[in-house]
């Protein structure tokens, strides 16, 4: 039961990442927000996180896997129902800060525990990966059942039915048996001598500017849909403009998955920090056809693809770094690294939507251009 616990905590993970995304087209003109005050939700969310996933990792440690799971399920689950009910930008921003608190407590309950308990603990980097790929599943289904929710229901119904999905998950977390959990948190004492480290500082870096591309995915997508669609001139109903565009995520989603699949089969170790830079490049070339292209088709297929190239570098870039620095710092290492990786997501997603104000969200994503140039050199000195 406790490797379901693991798997659950990573798929509810991807609903909150993803759950701002998948509402922000009923939510926007329900809370009277405009594109600037949908980013500053996302920020919050994310600048939420950032502290929250320091105090969470030493919390965890000091009192154990199941409180921690069962405080993200149990309030992430609180956090969509006021959701469900919020009207005004007051109710739906302090939504988004509880937001991160439930998502970094399913975060380091799930990602901490998956390499001690999958495979008999004996291979991290597989558990990592197999658990993402879960991470990706929440990223997948959010969407896709708030879309064709939004279809047959009010938003009231659809968000209160995320919220009983969050929920659910409780009972096996109450009941399940945990391991004793060590060296699993951020550890001050460890982190102040590893900032010294170029490869800790890399690493947190190109998650910063990761983090920052595949938050502005996550949140963005359906909004930039919603613009190619009306660019297109299609003679749809508004209903379905919203429920084609929140979709975009989802394809967004099985790219991922499926991008971390097969990573997870190839030899990145030594070769790790190339294969970001690789991965980086196509990134940027998908991006730009991205923010010029105005068929709602190639969106499709491109939000595919970005998925695709996108999935493996996280996963990447924490193994690349973990292989060149003992096993008793992994804990800090993870902790500094993600810290500053959400850092990126504060940032960029929250920079689109200001530049969205004045212009298009799609024009707003060309910023991402330069993240995945300054990706591509990290990654290399990474390596």
Not at 80 to 94: D, M, Q
Not at 355 to 373: D, E, N, T, W
Request: aromatic letters at 10%; proline letters at 4%.
């Amino acid at each position: 039961m406790d490797v379901l616990v693991v798997l659950l905590a990573l798929y509810s993970l991807g609903m909150c990442f993803s759950l701002l995304g998948s509402i922000s087209v009923k939510l926007m003109p329900r809370a009277g927000l405009d594109e600037a005050q949908f980013g500053s939700l996302i920020s919050a969310f994310m600048f939420t996180s950032v502290i929250t996933s320091l105090i969470i990792g030493v919390l965890l440690d000091s009192i154990g896997y199941r409180p921690v799971a069962i405080l993200g399920f149990a309030l992430t689950g609180i956090v969509i129902y006021i959701l469900s009910r919020g009207k005004s930008y007051a109710s739906v921003l302090t939504a988004s800060i509880l937001l991160g608190f439930g998502a970094m407590a399913l975060n380091t309950a799930g990602n901490t525990l998956a390499p001690v308990i999958l495979f008999g603990g004996e291979n991290p980097a597989a558990a990592q990966n197999l658990a993402n790929v879960f991470f990706g599943l929440g990223l997948f289904f959010t969407p896709l059942i708030a879309s064709g929710l939004f279809n047959r229901t009010t938003y009231e119904n659809t968000v209160s039915v995320l919220a009983l999905i969050a929920f659910v998950p409780l009972i096996f977390a109450i009941f399940a048996a945990f391991p004793a959990s060590q060296d699993a948190g951020f550890v001050l004492g460890d982190a102040v001598a590893l900032l010294a480290e170029p490869t800790v500082i890399a690493a947190a870096l190109a998650l910063f500017f990761y983090v920052g591309m595949e938050m502005t995915m996550n949140n963005w997508l359906p909004a930039y849909g919603k613009e190619v669609i009306t660019g297109e001139a299609l003679k749809t109903e508004s209903a379905d403009v919203d429920t084609s565009a929140a979709r975009l995520i989802s394809f967004f989603a099985v790219g991922m998955m499926a991008g971390r699949l097969i990573a997870s089969g190839l030899p990145l170790t030594e070769w790790g920090g190339w294969f970001i830079a690789a991965v980086a490049l196509v990134a940027g070339i998908v991006i730009y056809v991205m923010t010029v292209t105005n068929k709602l088709n190639i969106s499709r297929i491109f939000a595919a693809l970005a998925g695709l190239v996108f999935g493996p570098i996280f996963p990447t870039t924490v193994g690349v770094t973990f292989a060149q620095h003992d096993p008793s710092v992994y804990g800090s290492i993870f902790g500094i690294i993600f810290a500053v990786g959400l850092l990126g997501g504060v940032v960029l997603p929250g920079w689109i939507g200001r530049l969205a104000k004045g212009s298009s969200v799609q024009k707003g994503m060309r910023i991402l251009l330069g993240a995945c140039v300054l990706l591509i050199i990290l990654s290399i000195i990474l390596g």
